[in-house]
């Protein structure tokens, strides 16, 4: 008897047992909604930097290239120059990640081109390292740029 009194009162009164049951709804749609925008807001900025750290790396490979007094010179100063750019930006460069290639025999040949051409795989974060062995999960960024050899300059090798 006087347990269905109190229910009685609490109906009239408009207390109930579902009380504060809205803010553990309101939190649990939150964390539902908010940490996948989490994971693609971390995702797309990791993505974004590698493009800015592929673009600087190739842009200055090209340049160290043409300006070196020889094409060994050369090859060695844009290794350099894209292990330097993509560590500005957090990355490491991998083997393979940068191509030269040349529109003339020689390439160093006044008022020819040089086209450096860096790639980079970017993991995606947070997933671990045993799923990455499973399943790729990166993302490819590439980028190249083209640099004229200066045409007054002198032959080099």
């Known amino acids: 008897m006087r347990h269905a009194l109190l229910r009685l009162r609490a109906r009239l009164t408009g207390q109930s047992a579902d009380r504060g049951s809205a803010v553990v709804e309101f939190l649990g749609v939150a964390l539902v909604l908010l940490l996948p ?30 300006t070196a007094p020889s094409s060994d010179d050369g090859a060695r100063l844009a290794s350099a120059a894209v292990t330097l750019a993509l560590g500005d930006q957090g990355f490491a460069p991998t083997p393979g990640g940068l191509r030269i290639a040349c529109s003339s025999e020689r390439c160093l040949e006044p008022g020819g081109e040089v086209t450096a051409h860096v790639r980079l795989d970017v993991p995606l974060p947070l997933v671990p390292e045993f799923v990455r062995g499973v399943v790729p999960l990166s993302v490819p960024v590439e980028a190249r740029h083209v640099a004229s050899v200066d045409a007054y300059a002198a032959r080099r090798p």
């Open 37 to 66: 925008v989490l994971y693609l807001v971390l995702t797309v900025g990791r993505v974004q930097a590698a493009t800015f750290a592929a673009e600087g790396a190739s842009r200055e490979a090209a340049r160290a290239f043409v």
